[in-house]
């Protein structure tokens, strides 16, 4: 089955800096790779996401970059705010080409310095 | 329309009782998975259903554990004879279609086994 690592477990930046969390794959048939944003006792929430035929995708302030071949997979936070503190998660197909629940990776804790 | 349900949001229970966790998917939603998250952990995969059936349940513990998804009226996850180590959040997450969309999660229930 599918195997997602992600780092780093803890990242902590100014105000207004960039964030980069990345994670890594193992399964070379998944197709579709999500990112999660958690904040403390609340649900985890869907904030992007990118399927395997593109190579990146933005939205406002948040893009994912995708590289097949290296079967890793990166979230960017450009202009962080104090509001992106949370912990994010990345998540791939359980088994790439055939289960539908998700494996996730442990978690980054975002932590956006005033 | 209202997103992912579940309750109880909070459930206590002492070790040997049952526990029975509820979840209604969004409406239109037809795929529902759950997943337990231990403190300071990822979220990891338990089962997978669709209407009156288990797809795939490779995640949940093969003793104790069970779960549905009936014609009528919400997903259930059960746990018999509860164990302190059975203490976790309990996310519900429902999707329109199974292969690769999005998964939308509840509010989670978070039980505690005294």
């Known amino acids: 089955g599918e195997n997602v690592e992600q780092h780093p477990s803890t990242l902590s930046v100014q105000e207004g800096d960039s964030a980069v969390i990345k994670c890594t794959y193992s399964?070379?048939?998944?197709?579709?790779f999500p990112w999660y944003k958690q904040e403390l006792g609340k649900r985890p929430q869907l904030i992007i996401d990118?399927?395997?035929?593109?190579g990146e995708k933005k939205d406002q302030r948040i893009a994912v970059t995708l590289n097949k071949t290296a079967k890793h997979f990166s979230l960017h936070i450009t202009e962080t705010q104090p509001e992106d503190s949370a912990v994010y998660f990345c998540?791939?197909?359980?088994?790439?080409?055939?289960?539908?629940?998700?494996?996730f990776g442990k978690g980054t804790h975002l932590i956006i310095q005033p | 329309n209202a997103g992912v349900m579940q309750n109880p949001r909070h459930l206590v229970r002492r070790r040997g009782q049952e526990a029975r966790l509820r979840c209604s998917p969004m409406?239109?939603?037809?795929?529902v998975y759950w997943y337990r998250q231990l403190p300071e952990e990822g979220l990891k995969f338990m089962v997978y259903?669709?209407?009156?059936?288990?797809?795939?349940e490779s995640g949940m513990p093969k003793e104790r554990f069970s779960a549905e998804f009936p014609k009528e009226g919400p997903s259930i996850l059960r746990i018999q004879q509860v164990v302190r180590g059975d203490s976790a959040a309990y996310f519900c997450a429902s999707s329109p279609q199974g292969r690769g969309n999005e998964q939308f999660f509840g509010p989670g229930t978070r039980l505690t086994v005294l």
């Open positions: 409406k239109g939603h037809s795929h």
């Open positions: 259903l669709q209407k009156e059936n288990i797809i795939d």
């Open positions: 998540a791939a197909p359980l088994s790439g080409g055939g289960a539908d629940g998700l494996t």
């Open positions: 399964d070379s048939a998944s197709n579709y």
């Open positions: 990118i399927r395997s035929n593109v």
